[in-house]
C-alpha cells in the first residue's frame, strides 16, 4: 500500500502529469495489469521516435511510461544541452533510458556503463532496437578510483551498489570489472555526465581527474542523498569537490528553459552542477522543442 500511495504521489506532482492525473493514472493501471496478469515485456514508444524495452520490476523505466520522462528536470536538461556528434557518459545506466534519450534522439555519442551483467543485457537491448550500435559504446563494467575488481549486489534494480566489508548481502552479488572513467573515456570528453552510482560518486570522481580538469566538460548530473555514508563519505565532500573544480549546483525548468543557481545540492534527488554557464544558457536557448506527452518541452 506504501508503494502504491508513493506512486499516485509521484504521478500527480510530477510535471508532465499533474495536470493530467487521470491519463497517468490509467497508463499506471494498464502497466500493472501487464505486468502481473501477461508478465512480458513492453516495447515502449519513448521520444521523437526512440524505444524502451521494459519488464516487470523496473521501477525506474516504469516511471517513463507514467509521466514520459521519469526524471523529467535532467532528462530535458540533457535534451536542451547535448548536440549531435557531442559525448554524453551514462554512469550507472542501468536499462538506458539517458543513454537512449542522448543517442537515438539527440544524436551524441554515448559511453554507457552498467556493471551488473542481467541489467546490461537489458541495456545492450535497447541499444539494438534503436539501432545504435555505431554511436554508443557499451561498458560491462563498474567504475571507481583505481582499476580492479568489486562486489556488487545484483538484484536491487536501481540500487545495485558496490559491497561494503562489512556489508551483508539483501540479495545475490557478483564480481565486477572495475575501471576509472579517465581510462574509459582514453582521451575522450564528454559534454556531459550522468552518474547515478548509489553512494560511490567521490570513488568515480577521483577516478575521472583528468576528465573534470578539460573544460570540455560543461555539466554533471548526479544524485546525493545519503548512499554516500555506506562508504564513510559524506555530500559536502563530493559537493566541495566538484565545487573545486569550477561546477556550481542548479536546477533546471525544461518547460520555461530556465535554468536557476542553487545555494546547495538538492537533498532529496539529483543535482545539475554546471560549468561554462554562457555555454549552456546558449544551447538550452537554441535547442529544437520536443514533443512529450504531446506536450512541447
Same mark, same amino acid.
Given at each position: 500500500?506504501?508503494?502504491?500511495?508513493?506512486?499516485?504521489?509521484?504521478?500527480?506532482?510530477?510535471?508532465?502529469?499533474?495536470?493530467?492525473?487521470?491519463?497517468?493514472?490509467?497508463?499506471?493501471?494498464?502497466?500493472?495489469?501487464?505486468?502481473?496478469?501477461?508478465?512480458?515485456?513492453?516495447?515502449?514508444?519513448?521520444?521523437?521516435?526512440?524505444?524502451?524495452?521494459?519488464?516487470?520490476?523496473?521501477?525506474?523505466?516504469?516511471?517513463?511510461?507514467?509521466?514520459?520522462?521519469?526524471?523529467?528536470?535532467?532528462?530535458?536538461?540533457?535534451?536542451?544541452?547535448?548536440?549531435?556528434?557531442?559525448?554524453?557518459?551514462?554512469?550507472?545506466?542501468?536499462?538506458?533510458?539517458?543513454?537512449?534519450?542522448?543517442?537515438?534522439?539527440?544524436?551524441?555519442?554515448?559511453?554507457?556503463?552498467?556493471?551488473?551483467?542481467?541489467?546490461?543485457?537489458?541495456?545492450?537491448?535497447?541499444?539494438?532496437?534503436?539501432?545504435?550500435?555505431?554511436?554508443?559504446?557499451?561498458?560491462?563494467?563498474?567504475?571507481?578510483?583505481?582499476?580492479?575488481?568489486?562486489?556488487?549486489?545484483?538484484?536491487?534494480?536501481?540500487?545495485?551498489?558496490?559491497?561494503?566489508?562489512?556489508?551483508?548481502?539483501?540479495g545475490q552479488t557478483i564480481e565486477v570489472e572495475i575501471k576509472t572513467l579517465d581510462q574509459a573515456l582514453?582521451?575522450?570528453?564528454?559534454?556531459?555526465?550522468?552518474?547515478?552510482?548509489?553512494?560511490?560518486?567521490?570513488?568515480?570522481?577521483?577516478?575521472?581527474?583528468?576528465?573534470?580538469?578539460?573544460?570540455?566538460?560543461?555539466?554533471?548530473?548526479?544524485?546525493?542523498?545519503?548512499?554516500?555514508?555506506? +562508504?564513510?563519505?559524506? $555530500?559536502?565532500? *563530493?559537493? !566541495?569537490?566538484?565545487?573545486? &573544480?569550477? %561546477?556550481?549546483?542548479?536546477?533546471?525548468?525544461?518547460?520555461?528553459?530556465?535554468?536557476?543557481?542553487?545555494?546547495?545540492?538538492?537533498?532529496?534527488?539529483?543535482?545539475? +552542477?554546471?560549468?561554462? $554557464?554562457?555555454? *549552456?544558457? !546558449?544551447?538550452?536557448?537554441? &535547442?529544437? %522543442?520536443?514533443?512529450?506527452?504531446?506536450?512541447?518541452?
Amino acid at each position: 500500500m506504501k508503494n502504491i500511495y508513493q506512486t499516485v504521489h509521484f504521478l500527480f506532482n510530477h510535471p508532465l502529469t499533474r495536470k493530467r492525473k487521470w491519463s497517468a493514472i490509467k497508463r499506471f493501471a494498464r502497466w500493472q495489469f501487464h505486468a502481473k496478469i501477461l508478465n512480458l515485456p513492453v516495447v515502449y514508444p519513448f521520444i521523437e521516435g526512440s524505444q524502451l524495452i521494459i519488464t516487470k520490476g523496473m521501477t525506474g523505466a516504469t516511471g517513463n511510461i507514467y509521466t514520459g520522462l521519469h526524471e523529467f528536470e535532467e532528462m530535458g536538461f540533457l535534451l536542451h544541452l547535448l548536440r549531435p556528434g557531442d559525448i554524453f557518459c551514462d554512469a550507472g545506466a542501468n536499462i538506458g533510458s539517458f543513454t537512449i534519450l542522448a543517442s537515438a534522439v539527440i544524436k551524441a555519442n554515448t559511453l554507457s556503463f552498467e556493471p551488473v551483467p542481467v541489467t546490461f543485457m537489458h541495456l545492450k537491448r535497447n541499444v539494438t532496437i534503436n539501432h545504435l550500435e555505431s554511436t554508443v559504446e557499451l561498458f560491462n563494467c563498474g567504475l571507481g578510483d583505481e582499476p580492479g575488481s568489486l562486489h556488487f549486489t545484483k538484484d536491487l534494480d536501481t540500487v545495485n551498489h558496490v559491497m561494503t566489508g562489512g556489508e551483508k548481502a539483501a540479495g545475490q552479488t557478483i564480481e565486477v570489472e572495475i575501471k576509472t572513467l579517465d581510462q574509459a573515456l582514453n582521451g575522450r570528453t564528454p559534454v556531459l555526465i550522468k552518474m547515478d552510482v548509489e553512494g560511490y560518486e567521490l570513488s568515480v570522481l577521483k577516478g575521472a581527474a583528468s576528465t573534470i580538469k578539460d573544460l570540455t566538460l560543461k555539466a554533471i548530473i548526479i544524485e546525493l542523498n545519503g548512499s554516500c555514508h555506506r +562508504y564513510g563519505v559524506e $555530500e559536502r565532500e *563530493i559537493h !566541495q569537490y566538484l565545487i573545486s &573544480a569550477g %561546477f556550481a549546483p542548479g536546477s533546471y525548468d525544461p518547460f520555461e528553459r530556465i535554468l536557476v543557481k542553487r545555494e546547495t545540492y538538492n537533498l532529496h534527488g539529483n543535482t545539475i +552542477y554546471i560549468r561554462d $554557464e554562457p555555454f *549552456i544558457r !546558449q544551447r538550452i536557448k537554441k &535547442a529544437p %522543442f520536443f514533443t512529450v506527452l504531446n506536450q512541447k518541452i
